[in-house]
């Protein structure tokens, strides 16, 4: 692992060859709308097929996290098995542990954790820029201290980027400068998302594999006019995918419903795949498919299943709970995942009490098949014209769908190094 010194140069002027160059290159990511949206603006959501070097992958998607080239307590087989058909990793989190270099000499991401279907790496910026004290920005990057071991390490745009390539997912993402929506000023947030906007442009200069697609993050807050400005200029980067990032925050669903309403008007002509990053509550993903997003991912159904609380259609089983200790019925009635073909609530409820690993496996295999089923009941919605009547079911309670969960505060996340030291 190395430590990067601050740099007292300043940042290196984009190549504006680089960018023109890419303009004239193919996308090894290709994403086509099978299902536009209909013409009656009954909704902005749309069915699409992003093509990558390792297979399709059918939109709208969610995104298990596999924060440290693992979704925790699950393998290969049972990622299949929940059909998930592309994963994220963390940037930040394997370049600390076990180091870019080591899994780029040990094959590349893919073979080092033996998953052949497509990945996106995130960029760092969001888990960086959360550590709050131990971290500090500038324009050239930022400098941060390890959540592992306090040592001094910096992150600039560059950086970012060659960690990702050489980690080799699919889809890389822009370095970027995310703010609370909440607890940051106008100004606070003017200032970030013109840095991102910087760093987006240097992000592009600086990659150069051809086999990996670059989206790009659209910052803004929750400034209409900052996000409507953030928006064009993301969106004018020849960016292979575009990333709505500062969102599945401390925002209310109003708000960041009104900043989609934003975004993605301004985006009807542009042909590239939209990603909402870090939202993970089914109400929630239907709400942002609905306004036109088309990838998501979020550590959520797996946290909260490490935790005991089971996703059902009738609401939130806390398997915790003593009254679950006699039930043997299965967690849901019909499920296809291992948990509920084989255990009872009973025998999970005593895997929970005794602190059993399994209780993790089994848990986790349940909320990523019930957040991933729903959303391919999302997309046969999209295919037969029928999302605003699954919408309204949704927002009256009567679709399959009930769990809601707070998102909790970043520091608490899994994706987050966070000052607490997160969960790993
Ligand atoms: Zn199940």
């Known amino acids: 692992m190395t430590t990067d ?7 290196p002027p984009p190549d504006p060859e680089a960018t ?27 069915a699409g097929r992003l093509e990558t070097p390792h297979g399709p992958v059918e939109t ?24 998930a058909t592309i994963i994220l990793a963390n940037t930040y989190h394997l370049y600390l542990r076990p180091g870019h270099d080591r899994i780029a000499r040990l094959g590349g991401l893919h073979r080092f954790m033996a998953w052949d279907r497509p990945i996106l790496t995130d960029s760092g910026g969001f888990q960086v820029v959360s550590l709050g004290d131990l971290r500090s920005v500038d324009d050239d990057g930022a400098t941060f201290r390890s959540h592992l071991d306090g040592s001094t390490h910096r992150f600039t745009p560059e950086l970012s980027v060659a960690v990702q390539e050489a980690l080799g997912a699919d889809i890389a993402v822009a370095f970027d400068q995310p703010v609370p929506p909440h607890a940051s000023t106008r100004s606070q947030v003017a200032e970030a998302t013109e840095r991102t906007h910087r760093w987006a ?29 953030s928006t064009r200029t993301i969106a004018a980067m020849p960016f292979d995918g575009l990333c709505i990032g500062g969102l599945a925050g401390d925002e209310t669903p109003e708000q960041r419903g009104a900043a989609l309403d934003v975004v993605v008007p301004l985006l009807v002509q542009d042909a590239r795949p939209r990603y909402l990053m870090g939202l993970g509550s089914p109400v929630d993903l239907l709400e942002a498919v609905h306004r036109g997003v088309d990838m998501f991912d979020s550590v959520l159904p797996a946290r909260v299943a490490r935790n005991g609380t089971l996703w059902t259609p009738d609401g939130k089983l806390n398997l915790r709970n003593a009254r679950h200790l006699d039930d043997p019925r299965p967690i849901q009635e019909g499920c296809r995942c291992r948990a509920c073909r084989s255990f009872s609530r009973a025998y999970l409820a005593h895997l929970f009490r005794a602190d059993e690993l ?27 014209g029928t999302l605003p009547d699954l919408v309204r079911d949704q927002r009256s309670g009567r679709a399959c769908s009930r769990p809601t969960e707070r998102r909790e505060s970043p520091a608490s996340s899994d994706t987050q190094a966070g000052a607490k030291g997160g969960v790993s």
């Open 5 to 11: 010194t601050p740099s007292t140069l300043g940042p």
């Open 20 to 46: 023109l160059r890419r303009h004239s290159l193919p996308s090894p990511v290709t994403f086509s709308v099978l299902v536009p949206p209909p013409a009656d603006g009954s909704t902005r959501g749309r």
């Open 60 to 83: 709208p998607v969610f995104m298990p996290v596999g924060t440290n080239a693992t979704v925790k307590a699950l393998d290969p087989d049972d990622l299949r098995e929940v059909d």
């Open 201 to 229: 442009e240097r992000s592009l200069a600086a990659h150069g594999r051809r086999d990996q697609a670059l989206f790009g993050i659209i910052q803004g807050g929750l400034e209409p006019d900052l996000r409507a400005a």
């Open 358 to 384: 399994l209780a993790y496996r089994l848990a986790t295999c349940h909320n990523l098949t019930f957040t991933l089923d729903f959303m391919a009941r999302i997309r046969r919605a999209l295919a037969t």
